[in-house]
């Protein structure tokens, strides 16, 4: 027998956007890459930390998270997402949203099940079903709006599709889905007996009058959706690694069961502090972050526009997608490099957010940055 990497390894490659952060750090660029949000921690979340680790609280939690970081998500979700949640039995704490993902995939998912996808799409949500043996399919958007049909989502389906993924503001797209457009993959989900799995990561940073809407909140789909979010964007603490999933307890005990397996918990007093954040900010900080990255967009966008790279102004999260056609390169991953030697400016090449290759002449840049940082990278984008 000769050693060899599993069959799963084979298909999961590191994503473009780690290869363009580690490019960007070898020449010492601006990194509008990878979304990390390098804001500071609101001094809430950072006391309620200290107090916790202070007061002892470093052992391993219940296997869905400490009871104070539950009853605070639930009264969260009761009042930003209308959803009335009990705190008990409906809400997993895992290691990130990701984290929540995944275990949601392993408890819910066999090997050979197909999820739909719209692209483009986040690069970990493809590689978290693989690894967890689904099969991917997809629909494309169109752009700049980024629509889709009913039939569109009827042409992906297959006897083995058991899922979809909506992931609401969109990464990379910056999409903020409607009502009408909610109640199409509602309406799709049940005449084809599927979970819906939500990504709302993003779900405070949402622009120009929008609101965000979760899946969950369609009373006639309330019963197969796996909600996943957390607040790794909103508290500028990707590192620490607290995300949660909330469905119904039939599907919450099996992915909790799963979640202790594979992390036992998340970090118990980065648990309080997020606790602690949630209760303690009011909608005014919310409102202020929604309002401070509204004008970071701005910004970026209208630099991109001057050089050329026209973007696709988004409706919500923290990234742009913009037309990287008139860069030279054969597809996108040259026009990124391309951008990044001549400007010093890392971008994610638009291919790593499709299957199809619609990606080809597009690049993805991160607005999360501090207002010093977005100034360079502007100046550095002008030298196109």
Same mark, same amino acid.
């Given at each position: ?154 042409? @992906? ?6 899922? %979809?993924? /909506? &992931?609401? $503001? ?5 999409? !903020?889905? +409607? ?74 005990? @099996? ?6 397996? %594979?992390? /036992? &918990?998340? $970090? ?5 502090? !997020?606790? +602690? ?74 291919? @790593? ?32």
């Amino acid at each position: 027998m000769t050693l060899s990497l599993s069959d799963r390894a084979d298909h999961i490659t590191q994503a473009e956007i780690r290869v363009m952060t580690i490019e960007c750090e070898r020449i010492g660029g601006v990194n509008l890459a990878q979304g990390v949000c390098d804001l500071g921690v609101p001094p809430e979340v950072v006391e309620g930390t200290v107090e916790a680790i202070g007061q002892g609280v470093n052992s391993y939690t219940r296997y869905d998270g400490l009871r104070q970081l539950r009853q605070a998500i639930a009264e969260k979700l009761r009042l930003f997402n209308g959803l009335d949640v009990d705190a008990e039995t409906e809400i997993t704490v895992s290691a990130g949203s990701t984290g929540s993902f995944y275990c949601a995939c392993l408890a819910l998912l066999n090997p050979g099940d197909e999820v739909i996808l719209f692209e483009p799409f986040y690069g970990y949500h493809v590689n978290t079903l693989l690894a967890a043996g689904a099969v991917p399919r997809y629909v494309t958007m169109d752009p700049p709006a980024w629509t889709f049909a009913a039939s569109d989502l009827e042409a @992906a389906v297959s006897p083995r599709t058991k899922g %979809i993924m /909506v &992931c609401t $503001p969109g990464n990379p797209s910056g999409k !903020v889905y +409607t009502r009408e457009e909610l109640q199409i993959v509602a309406d799709f989900a049940r005449e084809h007996d599927l979970f819906i799995f939500t990504d709302e990561i993003y779900e405070y940073f949402v622009y120009d009058g929008r609101t965000h809407l979760s899946p969950a909140s369609l009373p006639s789909v309330r019963d197969r959706t796996i909600m996943i979010s957390g607040y790794s964007k909103t508290y500028s603490i990707t590192g620490w690694r607290i995300g949660y999933s909330v469905c119904e307890s039939r599907w919450a005990d @099996a992915i909790g069961y799963v979640n202790d397996l %594979i992390y /036992v &918990c998340a $970090p118990a007093p980065l648990q309080l502090g !997020v606790a +602690t954040g949630i209760t303690r900010l009011g909608p005014s900080y919310y409102a202020a972050l929604c309002d401070a990255f509204r004008r970071k967009r701005d910004l970026l966008c209208s630099t991109l526009a001057d050089v050329g790279l026209s973007p696709m102004v988004p409706q919500g999260a923290y990234y742009v997608l913009a037309d990287a056609s008139r860069l030279p390169g054969c597809n996108s991953k040259e026009k990124a490099m391309h951008l990044l030697r001549r400007t010093g400016v890392a971008s994610v090449p638009g291919d @790593a957010f499709y299957e199809s290759a619609a990606g080809r002449d597009l690049v993805r840049f991160c607005f999360a940055k501090a207002e010093a940082e977005l100034e360079e990278a502007r100046d550095r984008l002008r030298r196109l």
